[in-house]
């Protein structure tokens, strides 16, 4: 029997970042899937590492935009990490209003001879376009006689890694889109759930406590704890069908998500999903809502859409 084609990956993470981004991927409201990215690139070989080499971000200034980006970033690599993926570190260096990523080109290298030396396997995937890399392909390609594969993005990939590569692959905007996963953002009042626990399985990005007015219209209630959610695409059809059962049956709530292709509107014991290309179809979102008693400023969906006007 045939032994499988032992494969390593090797992602700069801040210059794939940086490609990527100026395809305009991920596009708004998703993220790269880079675990399908994975299986597309390694096909029917055997995957046996996956690394992902990252600059670490400090808030240096103090400031609530730094902070977010650490926060963000600290989510992001923890996903990484539950898909199975390595993360090595280095270092971001700031000196004053310029940023640059330090050690992640050299850990990268290192490993990547590394290993070859011991053997770990017989094609690397180098996801960067670094030409600091390909002294370290060189040594892997032509004294270790290991197979590297370049993937580079766009079209201004490296033409050194393209030369000194042993397959070099080059995706473009309409090969990175499939890639993508679309996530559905919204928000959910608490005080609006008979059963609470349904947020247990909901990730949360922030919540915002709003003390309760005359124009809400809820009086039976002192506050709206607001819950801004974000809700995977292969989850939304069972967490929408989940609140509808849940929402308050004494009164009248709403909640709602959207991604960029479709808005859930979920009221209790009835769902709508509009396809954003056809926007006219939150009018019958609307009526219902009205319907119920829900004031019409709550429920205009679309309020830019003429629609509307009656």
Known sequence: MDKKERVAVYIDGGNTYRRLKDLGIPEKLSRIDYSAFMENLVGERWLVSKRYYIGIVKNVDDSEKAEKMVKDQQKFLSYLKTEGFEVKYGRIMYDDSNIREKGVDVKLAVDLVIGATDNLYDTAIVISSDTDLIPAIKYVCKAKKKSVEYIGFGSSPSLGMIKESSIPRVFSNIDMVKFQKFYYRGVIIEESLENKDILKDIKILKTKIEPVKEK?????????????????????????????????????????????????????????????????LYKDAKEYGISLGIPEYQVDFAPEDKVWKR
Do not use: M, R
Not at 217 to 232: N, Y
Not at 249 to 265: C, L, P, R, T, V
């Open 216 to 280: 809400h219209k809820t009086s039976w209630v002192k506050q709206w704890t607001l819950h801004t959610v974000e809700i995977k695409e292969e989850n939304v059809e069972k967490i929408a069908e989940q609140l509808s059962q849940n929402l308050d049956k004494k009164h009248n709530w709403y909640a709602d998500f959207q991604n960029k292709h479709y808005h859930f509107i979920i009221y209790q014991g009835k769902i709508f999903k509009v396809d954003l290309k056809n926007p006219t």
